[in-house]
C-alpha cells in the first residue's frame, strides 16, 4: 500500500513537472492523501519518506582557487539534482577534508574517510600526485576514487577497477597539437612542463604525436614546480641560446603564468617565437592576472569543446552569483558532473542503510593501513558508475574504461585580455573551421593552415614564425670542406699568406647563392677537413662521420649522396646530375673495314630486298611473257632477264617496255618502296663513314672483367666499392686525382701501365670529356646514384630550407652562370651519348613498306591467273580418256609459252610484217585474186610450210582424202610442235 502511494505520487509529480510547479503539485497530492488516509497511515509514510543518507568523502585542496571551485560545484550539482529528483531515496552526504597540496596529507584525508567515516565514495583528490596512493586505498576497500582534476596518462597505468577519472586524459589533446605542429611545418618542438606526475605524464605521447607529423623533440625544458624566479629565467635564457622557436607549455596555471611573464621581460615574446599552451592553463584562463593575459599575446590554446547550451548557460549565471566569481573553467563542469554521476550511480546500486564495511583478520601487529575494512556495496557501485551515461552541462558524459570520452578541441588565440576561438579539432576530422556532427566521419584528416581562422601570434605579427633562428649566442655554423688535389673545378681550399684558408668552386657558389637565398640570415664559415700541413684529413665518408660527431654544423662539398652516409647525416636534395658511368677512348677505324658497305641495313632487311627484288623481277616476266618481245627467248636468256630487270629497278637502269597495266601497277608501288629504301641506305651508310672515327674502343663491361683491364677510378671516391662490387680484380683498379692524370692513365694504355676504361660520376666524367671530348667517350650503362648533396646532422631544420632553395636556384639563370664559370661552355663539345645509336637499319622500319608491295604484287598475279584460265578455259573443260590432270596442265604450260596473238603489240607487229614481205605488189594481187576466184585452196600450189617457218614440211592435199582435212586443228597442232612457226607469216600470204 505504501509503495503504490509513493509510486503514484512521482508519477503524477513527473507528469504535471512541465506545466506547474514542482513545489506546489506535491504539496497539493500530498494534502489530498492527507485527507483521504488515516492518521496512523500518515505517519507510516512519513516514516518511509524520509532520505538514506549515503556518506561521500571528498579531497581536494582548499587554499587554491580549484580545489573551493570544486566543492562549490559539488555543493550546486546535489542540490539541483535532488531538488529536481526529490522522490529518490538516497542522499549524497558530503564529508569534506583538505590534502593542502600534499601527498601524504591526501592519503591521510583519505584513509581517515575509508576507517573512521566509511564513505562509499570519494571525489578527489586535485593533483595526479595525490592519486597514486589514493587510487591504491579506494582498490584495497572496494571504495571508488573519483577524480575531476587528476589527468596524468600515467594514472591509466595502474589499472584499477575502483579508479574513475570524469576528466580527460591529458594525452587526449597531443593529437589537436601535433595538427597544429603539421599545418605550419614546424619540424622541432621544444615542450616546457613542471617536474612532477602531472607534467611528464604528456611527455611520451606528445612525442609520439610529434613524431607522426615528422617533428621532433631537440630538448626537454623541466621546471621545478616549486621554481624560483631566477630558475625560470635561467631554463629560459638557455632555451634562447638554442634554435628552436617552437614551445609546448604544459603546467599548472600559476606556474604558468608566472613562466610567461619572465618570458615577455626576455623579449620572447615577439615575432620569432610560437607558443602553445594545453589545456591546464586554457581552462583557467579566467583566473589569470590581466598583466599576464596581455603578455600572452599571440599565444595558441587547445581545450575541449563546450556545448552551449541553456543548461550550462544557466548554471554559470547562478555560479557567478552565488560565489561573486567569474573562475568557472572545465574542471568546475567536470566537478559538477561528476557529483551527478555519483547521485544516479548511489540511487542505481540501492547503496542505503544496510551498506557496510566488513571487517576483516586483523592482527595485533597490524599497522593503522590495514586496519579498514571493505565496503559491501563496492562492487554494484563501481558497476553502477561504469555504466552511467547522461547530458551533462560540460556535455555527454560517458565513461570508457574508467575515462571521459574525449570531446572536440577547440583552437584559441589570445588577444588581448581573452582568448578567441579560431578552428577545431576532432579525431576523424583533424583542423576544421566549424564543428559539423553530422558529416565527422564523412571526410579525410586534415591539417591544412587553411582550415585555421586568422592568427595573431606574439609581437602581434599576422604571419606565422618560422619556427626556428640562429641562436642568439652568435654561434656561426662551421661548415666542413674537403680538400683534394685534383677536380678543383668542383671544391678547392686555398691558404692566402696569413695561413687563412678560402674556399671555392662550384659546390662552394651554389652553396653560397642557396643560402642568400633564404627568407633569413645564417652565419657560417668553412673549415677544411685537413690536417696540418694543409693535407686532406681523410675520405668523404670521414667528412660525413665528423658532422655525425657535431665537429662541424654541415659539410658542403661534391659529397656524394649513398645509403651508407645517410645512416648518420641528413643530406639536401642533389644539386647535381645523378650516376656513375664509364668512359672509354675512341678509335678511328674508317678506313680498315672493307665491308663498311654491308653496315647500313641488318641481315634481314639484306635477306628480304634480295627476295624482294627477285620476286619482282619474277612477277614482272610472268606478266609480260606472252605480250612482250623483251621478255621472251631462250630459256637461260629469260631466267637472266628476271634477276636483269628486279635488280635493275634499284637504280632504274632498266631499258625493258612494260606493256601490262598490271606490270605498270606493281613497279609504280615497288619504284616507291626501291627509292626510300636506297635513300635510307646511302644516308646511314654516309652517316656511318663520317662517324665511324668517333666508335668507343669499348662498350661492354663484361668485356673489360673478361680482358682483365685496368680500370680507373677517383681516389677517395665510393666508385671503388662500386667496382669490387662488380666482380672487378682490386689489384686492377688504378686511383687518379685529376683530369689531367686520367688524361695520361688512358695514353698509356692497359698493357702500359695505364687503363683501357674509367669510371666516375657524371659530372666528373663531363668535366673530363669538355676537356678530351676529341679523344674519349662516355658509353655503356648508368649506375644510379643520388648526385652531390649538402650534408647536415641528422633532425636538422636546415635541411628542408635550403632543399627549397637548392629547387629555386637550380630552376633559375643563376644555375646556368656558375656552370659557365667554373665548366666553360659545354656546347662546344658534343654529348658522346648522342652520337651512337643503333648503325644498322632494321626489317621493323620497312616492313610496312613490304607488306603493301606484297599485297600489290599478290593482287597482279591473281588477276592475271584468273585472267589466263578464262581465256584457255576450253583447254581445262576438255574431256577425254586420255586428257589426265598432268596433261591439261601441261597443255596450259605450253599455251603460256606461246604467244597472246590478241595482244596488240602483236597485231601491230602483224601489219608491219605484212608490208614488209608482200609490199603493194602482194596485196594489190590478193586484192585481184578475191575478186576472180572464191579464194579455193589449189592442191597443186597450197603448202603449208613457208620460208619464214622453221618446221616440217606440210603435207601433200593432192589427194582426194585430203580435202576434209581440218585446217584449225591442224593450225592448233603446229603451234604445239613450233609455237614460233608463223611468227612473220603474213595473213594473206
Same mark, same amino acid.
Given at each position: 500500500?505504501?509503495?503504490y502511494i509513493?509510486?503514484?505520487?512521482?508519477?503524477?509529480?513527473?507528469?504535471?513537472?512541465?506545466?506547474?510547479?514542482?513545489?506546489?503539485?506535491?504539496?497539493?497530492i500530498?494534502?489530498?492523501? *492527507?485527507?483521504f488516509?488515516?492518521?496512523?497511515?500518515?505517519?507510516?509514510?512519513?516514516?518511509?519518506?524520509?532520505?538514506?543518507?549515503?556518506?561521500i568523502?571528498?579531497?581536494?585542496?582548499?587554499?587554491?582557487?580549484v580545489?573551493?571551485?570544486?566543492?562549490n560545484?559539488?555543493?550546486?550539482?546535489?542540490?539541483?539534482f535532488?531538488?529536481?529528483?526529490? +522522490? +529518490?531515496?538516497?542522499?549524497?552526504?558530503?564529508?569534506?577534508?583538505?590534502?593542502?597540496?600534499?601527498?601524504?596529507?591526501?592519503?591521510? #584525508?583519505?584513509?581517515?574517510?575509508?576507517?573512521?567515516?566509511?564513505?562509499?565514495?570519494?571525489?578527489?583528490?586535485?593533483?595526479?600526485?595525490?592519486?597514486?596512493?589514493?587510487?591504491?586505498?579506494?582498490?584495497?576497500?572496494?571504495?571508488?576514487?573519483?577524480?575531476?582534476?587528476?589527468?596524468?596518462?600515467?594514472l591509466?597505468?595502474?589499472?584499477?577497477?575502483?579508479?574513475?577519472?570524469?576528466?580527460?586524459?591529458?594525452?587526449?589533446?597531443?593529437?589537436?597539437?601535433?595538427?597544429?605542429?603539421?599545418?605550419?611545418?614546424?619540424?622541432?618542438?621544444?615542450?616546457?612542463?613542471?617536474?612532477?606526475?602531472?607534467?611528464?605524464?604528456?611527455?611520451?605521447?606528445?612525442?609520439?604525436?610529434?613524431?607522426?607529423?615528422?617533428?621532433?623533440?631537440?630538448?626537454?625544458?623541466?621546471?621545478?614546480?616549486?621554481?624560483?624566479?631566477?630558475?625560470?629565467?635561467?631554463?629560459?635564457?638557455?632555451?634562447?641560446?638554442?634554435?628552436?622557436?617552437?614551445?609546448?607549455?604544459?603546467?599548472l596555471?600559476?606556474?604558468?603564468?608566472?613562466?610567461?611573464?619572465?618570458?615577455?621581460k626576455?623579449?620572447?615574446?615577439?615575432?620569432?617565437?610560437?607558443?602553445?599552451?594545453?589545456?591546464?592553463?586554457?581552462?583557467?584562463?579566467?583566473?589569470?592576472?590581466?598583466?599576464?593575459?596581455?603578455?600572452?599575446?599571440?599565444?595558441?590554446?587547445?581545450?575541449?569543446?563546450?556545448?552551449?547550451?541553456?543548461?550550462?548557460?544557466?548554471?554559470?549565471?547562478?555560479y557567478?552569483k552565488?560565489?561573486?566569481?567569474?573562475?568557472?573553467n572545465?574542471?568546475?563542469?567536470?566537478?559538477?558532473?561528476?557529483?551527478?554521476?555519483?547521485?544516479?550511480?548511489?540511487?542505481?546500486?540501492?547503496?542505503?542503510?544496510?551498506?557496510?564495511?566488513?571487517?576483516?583478520?586483523?592482527?595485533?601487529?597490524?599497522?593503522?593501513?590495514?586496519?579498514?575494512?571493505?565496503?559491501?556495496?563496492?562492487?554494484?557501485?563501481?558497476? #553502477?558508475?561504469?555504466?552511467?551515461?547522461?547530458?551533462?552541462?560540460?556535455?555527454?558524459?560517458?565513461l570508457?574504461d574508467?575515462?571521459?570520452?574525449?570531446?572536440?578541441?577547440?583552437?584559441?588565440?589570445?588577444?588581448?585580455?581573452?582568448?578567441?576561438?579560431?578552428?577545431?579539432?576532432?579525431?576523424?576530422?583533424?583542423?576544421?573551421?566549424?564543428?559539423?556532427?553530422?558529416?565527422?566521419?564523412?571526410?579525410?584528416?586534415?591539417?591544412?593552415k587553411?582550415?585555421?581562422? !586568422?592568427?595573431?601570434?606574439?609581437?602581434?605579427?599576422?604571419?606565422?614564425?618560422?619556427?626556428?633562428?640562429?641562436?642568439?649566442?652568435?654561434?656561426?655554423?662551421?661548415?666542413?670542406?674537403?680538400?683534394?688535389?685534383?677536380?678543383?673545378?668542383?671544391?678547392?681550399?686555398?691558404?692566402?699568406?696569413?695561413?687563412?684558408?678560402?674556399a671555392?668552386?662550384?659546390?662552394?657558389?651554389?652553396?653560397?647563392?642557396?643560402?642568400?637565398?633564404?627568407?633569413?640570415?645564417?652565419?657560417?664559415?668553412?673549415?677544411?677537413?685537413?690536417?696540418?700541413?694543409?693535407?686532406?684529413?681523410?675520405? +668523404?665518408?670521414e667528412?660525413?662521420?665528423?658532422?655525425?660527431?657535431?665537429?662541424?654544423?654541415?659539410?658542403?662539398?661534391?659529397?656524394?649522396?649513398?645509403?651508407?652516409?645517410?645512416?648518420?647525416?641528413?643530406?639536401?636534395?642533389?644539386y647535381?646530375?645523378?650516376?656513375?658511368?664509364?668512359?672509354?677512348?675512341i678509335?678511328?677505324?674508317?678506313?680498315?673495314?672493307?665491308?663498311?658497305?654491308?653496315?647500313?641495313?641488318?641481315?634481314?632487311?639484306?635477306?628480304?630486298?634480295?627476295? !624482294?627484288?627477285?620476286?619482282?623481277?619474277?612477277?614482272?616476266?610472268?606478266?609480260?611473257?606472252r605480250?612482250?618481245?623483251?621478255?621472251?627467248?631462250?630459256?637461260?636468256?629469260q631466267?637472266?632477264?628476271?634477276?636483269w630487270?628486279?635488280?635493275?629497278?634499284?637504280?632504274?637502269?632498266h631499258?625493258?617496255?612494260?606493256?601490262?597495266?598490271?606490270?605498270?601497277?606493281?613497279?609504280?608501288?615497288?619504284?616507291?618502296?626501291?627509292?626510300?629504301?636506297?635513300?635510307?641506305y646511302?644516308?646511314?651508310?654516309?652517316?656511318?663513314?663520317?662517324?665511324?672515327?668517333?666508335?668507343?674502343?669499348?662498350?661492354?663491361?663484361?668485356?673489360?672483367?673478361?680482358?682483365?683491364?685496368? *680500370?680507373?677510378?677517383?681516389?677517395?671516391?665510393?666508385?671503388?666499392?662500386?667496382?669490387k662490387?662488380?666482380?672487378?680484380?682490386?689489384?686492377?683498379?688504378?686511383?687518379?686525382?685529376?683530369?689531367?692524370e686520367?688524361?695520361?692513365?688512358?695514353?698509356?694504355? !692497359?698493357?702500359?701501365?695505364?687503363?683501357?676504361?674509367?669510371?666516375?660520376?657524371?659530372? +666528373?666524367?663531363?668535366?673530363?670529356?669538355?676537356?678530351?671530348?676529341?679523344?674519349?667517350?662516355?658509353?655503356?650503362?648508368?649506375?644510379?646514384?643520388?648526385?652531390?648533396?649538402?650534408?647536415?646532422?641528422?633532425?636538422?631544420?636546415?635541411?628542408?630550407?635550403?632543399?627549397?632553395?637548392?629547387?629555386?636556384?637550380?630552376e633559375?639563370?643563376?644555375?646556368?652562370?656558375?656552370?659557365?664559370?667554373?665548366?666553360?661552355?659545354?656546347?662546344?663539345?658534343?654529348?658522346?651519348s648522342?652520337?651512337?645509336?643503333?648503325?644498322?637499319?632494321?626489317?621493323?622500319?620497312?616492313w610496312?613498306?613490304?607488306?603493301?608491295?606484297?599485297?600489290?604484287?599478290?593482287?597482279?598475279?591473281?588477276?592475271?591467273?584468273?585472267?589466263?584460265?578464262?581465256?584457255?578455259?576450253h583447254?581445262?573443260?576438255?574431256?577425254?580418256?586420255?586428257?589426265?590432270i598432268?596433261?591439261?596442265?601441261?597443255?596450259?604450260?605450253?599455251?603460256?609459252?606461246?604467244?597472246?596473238?590478241?595482244?596488240?603489240?602483236?597485231?601491230?607487229?602483224?601489219?608491219?610484217?605484212?608490208?614488209?614481205?608482200?609490199?603493194?605488189?602482194?596485196?594489190?594481187?590478193?586484192?585481184?585474186?578475191?575478186?576472180?576466184?572464191?579464194?579455193?585452196?589449189?592442191?597443186?600450189?597450197?603448202?603449208?610450210?613457208?620460208?619464214?617457218?622453221?618446221?616440217?614440211?606440210?603435207?601433200?592435199?593432192?589427194?582426194?582424202?585430203?580435202?576434209?582435212?581440218?585446217?584449225?586443228?591442224?593450225?592448233?597442232?603446229?603451234?604445239?610442235?613450233?609455237?614460233?612457226?608463223?611468227?612473220?607469216?603474213?595473213?594473206?600470204?
Amino acid at each position: 500500500m505504501l509503495n503504490y502511494i509513493y509510486r503514484l505520487v512521482s508519477c503524477a509529480e513527473t507528469m504535471i513537472n512541465h506545466k506547474m510547479g514542482k513545489k506546489t503539485i506535491s504539496l497539493s497530492i500530498f494534502s489530498l492523501l *492527507i485527507l483521504f488516509l488515516p492518521l496512523e497511515h500518515l505517519t507510516v509514510v512519513e516514516a518511509q519518506e524520509t532520505p538514506i543518507p549515503v556518506k561521500i568523502g571528498v579531497v581536494v585542496d582548499m587554499d587554491i582557487y580549484v580545489g573551493e571551485m570544486g566543492i562549490n560545484c559539488i555543493s550546486m550539482a546535489l542540490s539541483d539534482f535532488y531538488a529536481s529528483h526529490d +522522490y +529518490y531515496k538516497t542522499r549524497l552526504v558530503l564529508h569534506t577534508r583538505d590534502s593542502d597540496r600534499d601527498v601524504v596529507a591526501a592519503a591521510a #584525508a583519505a584513509l581517515d574517510l575509508i576507517k573512521n567515516v566509511e564513505v562509499q565514495a570519494i571525489i578527489g583528490p586535485l593533483s595526479s600526485a595525490q592519486a597514486n596512493f589514493m587510487i591504491n586505498l579506494g582498490e584495497k576497500s572496494q571504495v571508488p576514487i573519483i577524480t575531476f582534476s587528476a589527468t596524468s596518462p600515467s594514472l591509466a597505468s595502474i589499472r584499477s577497477p575502483y579508479f574513475i577519472r570524469a576528466a580527460l586524459d591529458d594525452s587526449s589533446q597531443v593529437g589537436s597539437i601535433a595538427a597544429i605542429i603539421r599545418a605550419f611545418g614546424w619540424r622541432e618542438v621544444v615542450p616546457i612542463y613542471v617536474d612532477n606526475e602531472f607534467g611528464e605524464g604528456i611527455i611520451p605521447f606528445l612525442t609520439d604525436a610529434l613524431e607522426k607529423v615528422n617533428a621532433r623533440v631537440p630538448y626537454r625544458s623541466v621546471v621545478p614546480p616549486l621554481a624560483t624566479d631566477d630558475q625560470i629565467v635561467a631554463e629560459l635564457y638557455k632555451l634562447m641560446t638554442m634554435q628552436t622557436r617552437v614551445f609546448v607549455v604544459h603546467m599548472l596555471t600559476h606556474l604558468g603564468a608566472r613562466l610567461f611573464a619572465k618570458a615577455e621581460k626576455l623579449g620572447m615574446m615577439s615575432g620569432d617565437y610560437a607558443w602553445i599552451i594545453t589545456d591546464g592553463m586554457t581552462y583557467e584562463l579566467d583566473s589569470i592576472e590581466l598583466s599576464v593575459m596581455n603578455s600572452m599575446t599571440g599565444v595558441i590554446g587547445v581545450q575541449p569543446f563546450i556545448p552551449k547550451t541553456e543548461e550550462f548557460d544557466n548554471f554559470k549565471t547562478r555560479y557567478r552569483k552565488k560565489i561573486q566569481r567569474n573562475d568557472l573553467n572545465m574542471f568546475g563542469l567536470w566537478a559538477y558532473d561528476s557529483a551527478i554521476s555519483l547521485a544516479l550511480a548511489v540511487e542505481k546500486a540501492q547503496v542505503g542503510v544496510n551498506s557496510t564495511f566488513l571487517k576483516t583478520n586483523i592482527s595485533r601487529n597490524s599497522t593503522d593501513l590495514e586496519t579498514f575494512g571493505i565496503s559491501s556495496t563496492g562492487k554494484e557501485l563501481i558497476q #553502477a558508475l561504469s555504466n552511467t551515461s547522461f547530458r551533462g552541462i560540460s556535455g555527454d558524459f560517458k565513461l570508457v574504461d574508467g575515462q571521459l570520452q574525449s570531446p572536440p578541441y577547440e583552437i584559441v588565440n589570445m588577444v588581448g585580455p581573452g582568448a578567441r576561438v579560431v578552428g577545431y579539432w576532432t579525431k576523424e576530422n583533424g583542423i576544421v573551421r566549424d564543428l559539423n556532427f553530422t558529416n565527422a566521419n564523412t571526410s579525410n584528416y586534415s591539417t591544412s593552415k587553411s582550415n585555421i581562422g !586568422s592568427i595573431i601570434w606574439p609581437g602581434d605579427k599576422t604571419s606565422p614564425p618560422k619556427g626556428w633562428v640562429v641562436p642568439t649566442n652568435g654561434k656561426i655554423l662551421k661548415i666542413g670542406v674537403p680538400v683534394k688535389d685534383g677536380f678543383s673545378e668542383f671544391v678547392h681550399v686555398t691558404w692566402n699568406p696569413n695561413n687563412i684558408p678560402e674556399a671555392g668552386g662550384y659546390c662552394i657558389d651554389v652553396f653560397d647563392t642557396v643560402m642568400e637565398a633564404l627568407p633569413y640570415g645564417v652565419p657560417y664559415e668553412y673549415v677544411p677537413f685537413a690536417t696540418s700541413d694543409h693535407k686532406t684529413a681523410g675520405s +668523404y665518408n670521414e667528412l660525413a662521420y665528423q658532422v655525425y660527431l657535431g665537429n662541424f654544423d654541415a659539410a658542403v662539398g661534391d659529397v656524394t649522396i649513398v645509403a651508407n652516409r645517410s645512416q648518420y647525416v641528413d643530406f639536401t636534395l642533389p644539386y647535381t646530375e645523378s650516376g656513375v658511368s664509364m668512359v672509354v677512348p675512341i678509335k678511328d677505324d674508317k678506313s680498315k673495314n672493307a665491308w663498311a658497305f654491308l653496315k647500313p641495313l641488318t641481315w634481314q632487311l639484306w635477306l628480304t630486298s634480295f627476295c !624482294s627484288f627477285v620476286f619482282v623481277g619474277f612477277l614482272i616476266w610472268v606478266l609480260e611473257h606472252r605480250i612482250n618481245e623483251d621478255f621472251r627467248g631462250p630459256f637461260w636468256h629469260q631466267v637472266g632477264m628476271v634477276f636483269w630487270f628486279g635488280f635493275s629497278t634499284m637504280v632504274f637502269a632498266h631499258k625493258e617496255r612494260v606493256i601490262s597495266n598490271l606490270s605498270r601497277f606493281v613497279l609504280i608501288i615497288w619504284f616507291l618502296v626501291v627509292l626510300i629504301l636506297t635513300q635510307s641506305y646511302t644516308a646511314s651508310l654516309t652517316s656511318m663513314l663520317t662517324v665511324q672515327q668517333l666508335q668507343p674502343t669499348v662498350t661492354d663491361v663484361t668485356e673489360l672483367i673478361k680482358n682483365n683491364e685496368y *680500370i680507373g677510378y677517383q681516389m677517395g671516391s665510393f666508385v671503388f666499392g662500386l667496382l669490387k662490387n662488380m666482380k672487378f680484380d682490386e689489384t686492377r683498379l688504378l686511383a687518379f686525382n685529376s683530369t689531367e692524370e686520367l688524361d695520361e692513365l688512358f695514353s698509356k694504355g !692497359s698493357r702500359n701501365g695505364g687503363i683501357a676504361a674509367a669510371f666516375d660520376e657524371i659530372p +666528373y666524367m663531363k668535366l673530363f670529356l669538355a676537356k678530351y671530348c676529341s679523344k674519349y667517350t662516355m658509353v655503356g650503362p648508368t649506375y644510379k646514384t643520388d648526385g652531390f648533396g649538402f650534408v647536415f646532422p641528422i633532425g636538422s631544420p636546415l635541411v628542408p630550407d635550403v632543399s627549397r632553395g637548392i629547387l629555386n636556384v637550380t630552376e633559375s639563370k643563376k644555375m646556368i652562370d656558375i656552370e659557365k664559370k667554373w665548366f666553360g661552355d659545354r656546347t662546344k663539345c658534343p654529348d658522346s651519348s648522342t652520337l651512337f645509336s643503333s648503325n644498322s637499319i632494321g626489317l621493323e622500319s620497312f616492313w610496312g613498306l613490304f607488306l603493301i608491295v606484297g599485297i600489290a604484287a599478290a593482287s597482279a598475279l591473281i588477276i592475271y591467273a584468273i585472267k589466263f584460265l578464262r581465256e584457255n578455259w576450253h583447254v581445262v573443260d576438255r574431256s577425254g580418256h586420255e586428257l589426265t590432270i598432268w596433261t591439261k596442265m601441261n597443255d596450259l604450260l605450253q599455251r603460256f609459252k606461246n604467244r597472246d596473238l590478241s595482244s596488240h603489240t602483236f597485231k601491230n607487229m602483224e601489219n608491219r610484217d605484212r608490208e614488209s614481205v608482200c609490199g603493194g605488189d602482194c596485196m594489190k594481187r590478193a586484192a585481184e585474186s578475191s575478186n576472180e576466184h572464191d579464194f579455193q585452196f589449189s592442191p597443186s600450189t597450197f603448202s603449208v610450210a613457208s620460208p619464214f617457218t622453221n618446221g616440217p614440211p606440210s603435207p601433200d592435199f593432192s589427194s582426194p582424202d585430203a580435202r576434209n582435212v581440218d585446217f584449225e586443228a591442224i593450225q592448233q597442232e603446229i603451234e604445239l610442235v613450233n609455237p614460233n612457226q608463223n611468227e612473220h607469216l603474213p595473213s594473206t600470204c
